[in-house]
């Protein structure tokens, strides 16, 4: 559970740093939630499926900003032939998650911020274990245990944020993307932003309303 919530407030501060260094794809964003969603009510989970977009940004997010930036241990059950080098079995390893997710012999222009890509080059990879080249919550039998209540926290949350507020930088410039590394990938300064609400009132505070 931990790991899940950890999961989910770390990367809303990427996802939302991102995107205000992205207003283009923010802007996408937010129409995928006017055309989907509209602005007489709230967006809830049953939506989520529908927003096929805001979910490319949370893969790309957990990409360029995996909440871990290395795996767990794993460790060889038997003697094998590793990119030509031979292991033992025994052989304890941890994989390197921030390196893989950035290598540009697997992902094109790797330090951009490109959702569209998982529409095209990348389509059909997701953040489950299944696609060795994300691999954001690790894979197998024990990829992290609060991977799905994190995924799901993360896509309403970041929804429920984009669809309530327009959201801009205190001075409208660049958000500094500096990372701090220890257990998780954190923002070495903090982010602070300006919202302003883009739905009505009283779907924002309904019990004043009452």
């Not at 964003?29 to 602005?39: K, M, P």
């Not at 997010?61 to 060889?76: D, I, K, N, Q, V």
């Not at 949350?157 to 990372?179: H, I, K, P, Y």
Request: charged letters at 20%.
């Amino acid at each position: 559970m931990a790991g899940g919530t950890d999961t989910t407030s770390v990367t809303m501060i990427w996802a939302l740093s991102l995107l205000l260094n992205n207003q283009h794809v923010l802007k996408k964003v937010q129409d995928e939630l006017d055309e989907h969603v509209g602005r007489e009510r709230l967006v809830n989970e049953s939506d989520i499926d529908k927003l096929v977009y805001l979910q490319a940004v949370v893969k790309e997010t957990l990409r360029l900003y995996a909440a871990a930036p290395l795996s767990g241990p794993r460790e060889f059950t038997k003697d094998c032939t590793l990119g030509g080098y031979h292991v033992q079995a025994g052989t304890r390893f941890i994989f390197n998650i921030w390196k893989l997710h950035r290598d540009s012999n697997v992902w094109s222009n790797p330090l951009e911020f490109q959702p569209e890509r998982f529409f095209t080059t990348h389509k059909g990879v997701d953040v489950k274990g299944q696609h060795f080249e994300l691999l954001p919550f690790g894979g197998g039998r024990r990829s992290c245990p609060g991977m799905q209540f994190g995924l799901q926290m993360t896509h309403l949350a970041l929804a429920s944020f984009l669809q309530a507020f327009e959201v801009t930088t205190l001075s409208n410039t660049q958000v500094d993307m500096s990372a701090t590394f220890g257990l998780t990938i954190i923002k070495t300064t903090p982010l602070e932003v300006l919202v302003k609400p883009r739905l009505p009132y009283q779907l924002l505070f309904p019990d004043e309303n009452k």
